[in-house]
């Protein structure tokens, strides 16, 4: 979408703040939080003229990273898997050029420099990837391998901070292997199901359930839209294309929180950075906003074509924020507009 064309529009979307102090002094249930902003504009079908409400569903691109992050601390507490744990140990396959001794770690950590199907460093456009290879043929995470088996480690394993998305495609293929489960039926059992996340899954474009919202992108030749069906994965995999809802981020939120999907010990380390640093601090699965007057904001988000996802936790003010779009609108300067009037001198 044009940036003429982003001025000229409001945000369109959904936007969902809740605050909660008690749970930071307490420990309690977010149940209670105190709505501060609920905000719902846009449609969801732009045709019909269907309008998105709290209840729409919309894809959350690489925001799912953080779902498989989970599952696969999960895997850990459990010891059914180690932080030390190779690639060539727990899938075996050919892997050609790709180091086998990558570690658990350093694929959560996007420190391993397996090769990126889609590097963002060097590529503009997602939609890019399927000028050769249909995005229909993508619908399990083994479909993405073609896309990056055949290429180099784009860096010697743990040397630097590098954001990967074919690092999570394989977590979710460990997961596979050690669950005997496909990831997204692992994440249904496991995350969302007990974080009564009913509205949230990884649905196929062509199959997709009631309340999904279309996503749209502007084509500036005809001064129209044209959906994303042609542009991202038919199906979401471990690199992402999760669909959710406001309010099921939230209980996400919640329940991580609580203690609920990890330990405590676990989500401390979990939300504190392990790579990266600055502007791109990364934790498991979460991106650190670094804070030099307080504590630091764990976040997580994503970006594809028609879609943009925001979503961040202000510990200090126990504010969860959620923002998201059909329309790949701007999140994250919606965000900075909003954080001081959440946060005022807390903010950092």
Known sequence: ????????????????VIRNEQIISEGQSFRDGRVLLEKTSGFADWANRIPNTLDTRFGSASAGKVFVAVGILQLIEQGKLRWEDTLGELVDREWNLIDRDVTVRQLLTHTSGVPDYFDESTMEEY??????????????????????????????????????????????LILETITGQDFDRYLQENVFDRCH???????????????????????????????????????GTGAGGAYTTVKDIVRFWENLLNGSLLSKEMVAAMLQKQAGDGEEAYGYGVWIWENPEGENCPYFQGCDPGVSFLSEYHPQSGTISVLMSNY???????????????????QG
């Open 1 to 16: 979408m044009k940036t003429e064309e982003k001025k000229e529009k409001p945000f369109r979307g959904n936007i969902y």
């Open 127 to 172: 939609e890019e990837l399927w000028v050769d290879f249909p995005n229909y043929r993508i619908r399990h995470n083994s479909d993405l391998l073609p896309l990056f088996i055949e290429k180099p480690m784009m860096y010697p394993k743990g040397e630097k901070f590098q954001y990967n998305n074919s690092g999570y495609v394989l977590l979710a």
């Open 197 to 235: 996340m009913h509205s949230t899954g990884y649905y196929e474009l062509d199959r997709l359930p009631e309340k999904c919202a279309n996503h749209y992108i502007f084509c500036p030749d005809t001064g129209d839209f044209r959906t994303h069906i042609f542009t991202v994965d038919a199906k």
């Open 328 to 346: 790949g609108d701007d999140v994250w300067e919606e965000m900075r507009r909003l954080r001081p009037l959440l946060y005022g001198d807390r």
